[in-house]
């Protein structure tokens, strides 16, 4: 069987280190042909790890897809603001969208992409990693065999680990809620969507609160400079100090603003990005801790911590049901199931997952693949059908935080975007 092609539209961390390895890794299962990214640098190389053509190159996406269909699968992984106009012209074009989450920091642009996938027949799968892990996926097997009985309530917390809070949502790409999407939809959406996963229930009730408390401007250091290269008076004293961080134990992270990590290329990076920026200095507004409430259709509860102040990034959760107890930890890769009735608990550790996000970014690529071949048949485990519940979830428990945690009902939510 030939393998499937696909196109990339955007090459940065995501698409080009998340998703296209698998092209490289099982290249009699997947094809890369054609790529869309602006940056010079990131386009060259992504050409050249692909073996792709030069004339199969492009600075846009609208150059690419201007010129027809050229393969089986398009991966969208620009920005979160840019994601809905690709996918749309993927989808009328004919090609399965693979979509990197959040589908869209708009609600309606979110269930149009779903109606046209719907329209065209297209598979559009939103990369909700997650669900492909063995860690999740077998937390869902033990739920659905009915071995701790009914849930009755969820509790996750979300380490966010207080050095990538930093990177990612004080200094990096999604720090601006307006310029990109609040973090509860960013970085938790995959959490809303994991919630919903395992529970299998719907959703009809959300509330939440949180705040951007600790990064903040008045909570700058006296006379600390805009930039910490320039002469900070606190270096010693800032577990956020940029030069000290990137050139040291975050060498890894500096390796997502500058494709050259030298000593001399990350130094020049952080005193031209925002990378380098005072973290009390920078233009973030996005919350540094978050909480949502959510009530079920039965009855059942959810709760959701999100924290960037943790030592480690890492999911912890507990599932309690009619008949006993899951508990799990994701940097542990294992969970633990207690049966109330014989005191017995069972610990699952798992293998040490393949890829990134315990194994669910080549999970993902593999389950996709599977169900293109049998669109109409399935569904995919990250449909966009599936997925949009979740992310109404998120965009009513930003709406519930934004007015001091009022209660808000999903149905009627959810009603107000597909009416007007």
């Known amino acids: ?134 860690f999740w996926s077998t937390i869902k097997k033990v739920i659905s065999e009915g071995k701790i009985g009914d849930v009755v309530s969820l509790q996750l917390n979300e380490n966010v680990e207080v050095m990538h809070m930093s990177h990612s949502f004080v200094r990096g790409n999604w720090n601006n809620k307006e310029k990109s999407s609040p973090m509860i939809l960013q970085k938790s959406c995959h959490d809303m969507d994991i919630i919903s996963y395992v529970m299998d229930k719907t959703c009809k009730r959300i509330s939440s609160y949180g705040s951007l408390m600790h990064f903040r401007e008045e909570n700058a250091p006296e006379d600390a400079p805009k930039r910490c290269l320039d002469g900070c008076p606190v270096e010693s004293e800032c577990a956020f100090h940029a030069g000290r961080y990137y050139l040291g134990e975050g060498r890894g992270w500096a390796r997502k603003f500058t494709e050259d990590d030298s000593n001399e290329a990350i130094i020049k990076a952080l005193n031209e990005t925002s990378y380098g920026k005072c973290v009390y200095q920078s233009d973030n507004n996005v919350v540094d801790h978050q909480v949502v409430n959510m009530e079920f ?28 107890e899951i508990r799990g930890n994701m940097e542990d890769n294992s969970i633990s199931i207690f049966d109330f009735l014989t005191k017995h608990e069972t610990t699952i550790r798992f293998d040490q997952p393949v890829g990134g996000h315990g194994g669910g970014d080549n999970g993902i690529i593999r389950s996709f693949l599977r169900d293109i071949e049998q669109i109409g048949e399935n569904k995919s485990r990250s449909s966009a059908a599936v997925s949009l519940r979740s992310h109404l979830m998120a965009f009513a428990a930003e709406e519930s935080r934004l007015n001091k945690g009022s209660s808000i009902d999903l149905d009627y939510y959810y009603d107000s975007f597909v009416t007007v």
């Open 297 to 324: 259709e039965d009855g059942a509860t959810a709760t959701f911590s999100m924290c960037g102040f943790t030592r480690e990034q890492t999911r912890i959760v507990q599932i309690m049901g009619t008949k006993g």
């Open 1 to 134: 069987m030939e393998p499937k092609t696909a196109i990339v539209i955007g090459a940065g961390d995501r698409g080009a280190r998340a998703y296209a390895p698998y092209a490289l890794e099982y290249p009699n299962e997947l094809k890369i042909v054609a790529v869309a990214e602006p940056n010079d640098e990131r386009r060259n190389k992504f050409k050249d790890a692909h073996n792709i053509q030069a004339k199969d190159c492009f600075t846009s996406w609208q150059d690419m897809l201007g010129s027809g269909k050229v393969a089986d699968i398009a991966i969208v992984c620009t920005l979160d603001r840019f994601h809905y106009e690709p996918t749309i012209k993927a989808l009328e074009l004919g090609y399965h969208v693979l979509l990197e989450k959040p589908m869209s920091p708009d609600p309606k642009e979110c269930i149009e992409m779903e109606r046209v996938a719907k329209k065209y027949k297209r598979q559009l799968t939103i990369c909700h990693v997650l669900r492909y892990t063995e």
